[in-house]
């Protein structure tokens, strides 16, 4: 009765989670409130999903586009990082299967001044205060992923780590030391750090194998790497074998990023320089 309260403060559409293992299944988005009160019943008292929804969150439905966001800290201060936004379909104009990420780019366009405020004020100084007051002494990067909805910040995920692709496009517009923050997260000295960044637009396209996400083969020769104008190469499934040849060893192999004036000049710098590298399929 509780969770029918709650669902009548939500607006359509409605979100229930089986809190427990369900194979990807358990998520029921719903339009119609009498139908989320019915299967939330259905789910708590006749084992829609069995044990797995004997407990069962509700969640709001957020629907806008979604960026991520990087803080680097000592426990105290922290250092606000470029923001980036990955792309996760194989596909052009984002179809076709989810991977581990096909590119990003940096800085994103919708980040403006207004919604970056919001960003730091109600997202990552109240998380950063969480912490300490929970007395977790973390000290590294945290990765916050998050949706614009309508202007304003929601948190999707936390990671305690840099994103990949989203890092090649950030560090490529660094322009101070990143060695020097580390040495000062560590004396708790993160607020005498200066952190430089290029405003320029960084692009990165990632090269696959052919086949990924699904089966694809690996060791294929890659050639041209020495004709990638000012590229930045981040080797990411590549090995050298036993004739001192770079081959591939992943589904995503490289990723190659540039800087421009807009997204559009860097992006043409990335498929120039590409143009210039080939491995089979």
């Given at each position: 009765e509780q969770g029918k309260e709650f669902l009548r403060t939500l607006?359509?559409?409605?979100?229930?989670k089986a809190d427990g293992l369900a194979a990807g299944k358990g998520v029921l988005i719903l339009d119609d409130l009498n139908q989320a009160e019915k299967e939330l019943e259905d789910m708590l008292k006749n084992e829609k999903f069995?044990?797995?929804?004997?407990?069962?969150v509700i969640e709001e439905f957020l629907s806008g586009i979604e960026c991520s966001v990087f803080v680097l800290t000592d426990g105290d201060n922290y250092v606000l990082l470029p923001e980036a936004k990955d792309y996760k379909r194989i596909g052009e104009g984002d179809t076709g299967l989810n991977t581990g990420g096909m590119g990003s780019i940096s800085p994103v366009p919708f980040c403006n001044e207004e919604f970056m405020q919001k960003v730091k004020t109600?997202?990552?100084e109240r998380t950063i205060q969480g912490l300490k007051a929970e007395n977790i002494n973390y000290q590294g990067f945290i990765f916050f992923g998050l949706m614009n909805v309508g202007g304003d910040p929601y948190v999707i995920e936390y990671n305690v780590r840099m994103g990949d692709p989203e890092s090649e496009s950030v560090f490529a517009r660094f322009d101070s030391d990143i060695v020097e923050a580390f040495t000062l997260v560590k004396d708790k000295r993160l607020k005498e750090y200066n952190i430089n960044i290029n405003p320029l637009t960084a692009t990165t396209v990632m090269l696959c194998s052919g086949g990924y996400p699904e089966s694809y083969e690996k060791n294929k020769v890659i050639s041209g790497l020495?004709?990638?104008?000012?590229?930045?190469?981040?080797?990411?499934?590549?090995k050298e074998n036993a004739d001192n040849q770079i081959v591939t060893s992943g589904g995503r192999v490289l990723a190659v990023t540039c800087l421009g004036e807009k997204i559009q000049d860097a992006l043409d710098k990335c498929y120039k320089t590409i143009e210039n590298i080939s491995f089979d399929k």
């Open positions: 607006s359509s559409p409605y979100v229930l069995g044990e797995a929804s004997s407990k069962v109600n997202i990552i020495d004709n990638t104008f000012d590229a930045i190469i981040y080797h990411a499934g590549t």
